[in-house]
């Protein structure tokens, strides 16, 4: 059996009922087949990929809050420490009730190769709480918070753990436990970052991952001799990355014709009128579908399809799973010759399979959104430096990590034999700075 064939069936004996888990060891482990096999001996004898598919620390805790009706709750909340060999635990609290410690060591595994990508000092982190914060009053939402960081604060600090927000963990929920962890410590630091521009927030946050994406994807066209300029852009969901995604690429000449939502999708053959979008989501919380009550040369169709659309380049930026198969074989008989994934694996297993088959111009989301990590990462450095840097020196700084992202997938890909593989590439890249890390540590 092959060292990645063992490892694999050792994750799947002792991690029972961890099925998110499994398949996240298993991407990343066949992605890495051709490292772990060149190395296969010094890895053994150093024990590293058994170190590597196990969390430093998973702390699991009881978290009781009182409702408005005078009720006692009681919710699940962890942190998992997954690996902090190139720098203290990095990576989201989410809040939802589907968070389980399956999905979290998923996604703490996934963030060490992502964190590491970015070449900023990150180890990787997840945590969060089944707590449902949809319909709950501030008040309710605020005794939560407070209760999770009762017990969070002991194992996270400024060196240590900085916990970020993800799904149901924005600039009020960041704010609340803010305040508590300094209440509790009496420490003002930059434990958690996403906190609001008054109390150490960065600049160019709120843009980061949309324009991140953007960044690595014009890097990518250029080195494969193709501009941006000029390209007909597609682009699913319509929150946050997906809305800075469109005002970069339109920045740079592109012409996106589509956005969605759960509901449906709007085409605009004249190129998306961005202000409208944004007054929409961004002001009104409303739907997509009222893009084209402002703008009714636009067509907007109820349920899936936006893959159907012709473009020359992809950008699914709404959820995972969302690009399927058979979208893939879609975009590719319309010609789309590139895709850049804004969110957290939206192609499904086959339609990654597929891209790479035919060799299109495909950035994965570890990569193509680390630009949202990676500017936390400065939010970090501007907290320990007590300095709010411009939005331009922040924008500078993340445009320079996101070419620097795609130059490191592209090495490794062309080291390893297949040039190109950006997904093979940006998981060989990540792996290998934190596994020569982990072993010049020696066995802890
Ligand atoms: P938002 O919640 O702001 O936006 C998500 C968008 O996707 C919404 O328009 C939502 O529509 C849409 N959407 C959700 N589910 C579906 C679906 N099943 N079909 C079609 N559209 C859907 O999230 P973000 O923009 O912040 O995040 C998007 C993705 O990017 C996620 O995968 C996230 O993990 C990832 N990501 C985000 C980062 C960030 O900094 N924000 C950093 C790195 C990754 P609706 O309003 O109807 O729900």
Redesign the pocket.
């Known amino acids: 059996m092959s060292y990645v064939d063992e490892i694999y069936a050792k994750v799947v004996e002792q991690n029972p009922g961890e099925p998110e888990f499994h398949q996240a060891v298993k991407e990343v482990l066949d992605s890495l087949k051709l490292v772990i096999d060149a190395n296969e001996e010094k890895y053994r004898k150093a024990g590293v990929l058994e170190r590597f598919v196990e969390p430093e620390r998973i702390i699991s805790f009881r978290v009781p809050w009182v409702d408005d009706k005078g009720n006692i709750q009681v919710n699940k909340g962890y942190r998992v420490q997954f690996n902090s060999a190139i720098g203290p635990y990095k990576g989201g609290l989410r809040l939802h009730p589907s968070v389980n410690q399956s999905i979290l060591k998923f996604l703490g595994f996934e963030q060490v190769l992502k964190n590491s990508l970015t070449g900023l000092p990150m180890g990787g982190g997840k945590g969060g709480s089944n707590f449902d914060p949809k319909g709950k009053s501030d008040r309710e939402v605020m005794a939560f918070c407070q209760s999770f960081m009762t017990e969070l604060y002991r194992h996270i600090g400024k060196d240590t753990d900085v916990p970020a927000g993800?799904?149901g963990v924005g600039a009020r929920e960041v704010g609340f436990l803010f305040g508590q962890y300094k209440r509790l410590t009496g420490l003002y630091e930059g434990v958690l970052t996403g906190k609001g521009l008054t109390f150490g927030g960065s600049l160019v946050r709120t843009q980061?991952?949309g324009y991140g994406l953007i960044y690595i994807l014009d890097e990518m066209l250029k080195k494969n001799g193709k501009e941006l300029a000029g390209k007909t852009v597609v682009v699913?969901?319509?929150?946050?990355?997906?809305i800075y995604a469109v005002e970069k690429a339109q920045q740079l000449g592109a012409k996106v014709v589509a956005l969605?939502?759960?509901?449906g999708y709007i085409y605009d053959k004249d190129g998306i009128k961005l202000d409208v979008v944004k007054e929409i989501?961004e002001v009104r919380r409303g739907?997509?579908k009222e893009y084209v009550d402002a703008v009714p040369t636009a067509v907007y169709t109820e349920g899936?399809g936006i893959w159907t659309i012709p473009c020359d380049i992809a950008l699914p930026?709404?959820?995972?799973n969302?690009l399927n198969l058979e979208d893939a074989k879609t975009l590719l008989a319309n010609g789309c010759f590139a895709v850049a994934e804004?969110?957290?694996?939206?192609s499904t297993r086959e339609a990654t399979d597929l891209f790479v088959e035919k060799k299109i111009l495909f950035m994965p989301?570890k990569a193509a959104?680390a630009g949202?990590?990676a500017t936390s990462g400065l939010e970090q450095s501007q907290n320990s430096l007590r300095l709010s840097w411009s939005f331009e020196e922040v924008d500078e700084k993340l445009h320079d990590i996101m070419v620097g992202i795609f130059a490191k997938a592209a090495d490794a890909a062309e080291r390893y034999g297949v040039p190109g593989n950006y997904v093979a590439g940006a998981n060989i890249a990540g792996f290998e700075k934190v596994v020569d890390a982990m072993i010049a540590q020696g066995v802890v």
């Open positions: 993800d799904i980061a991952t699913s969901g319509s929150g946050n990355v997906a969605s939502d759960s509901n989501k739907r997509i899936k930026c709404a959820t995972q969302e804004g969110a957290n694996m939206p989301g959104n949202g990590v």
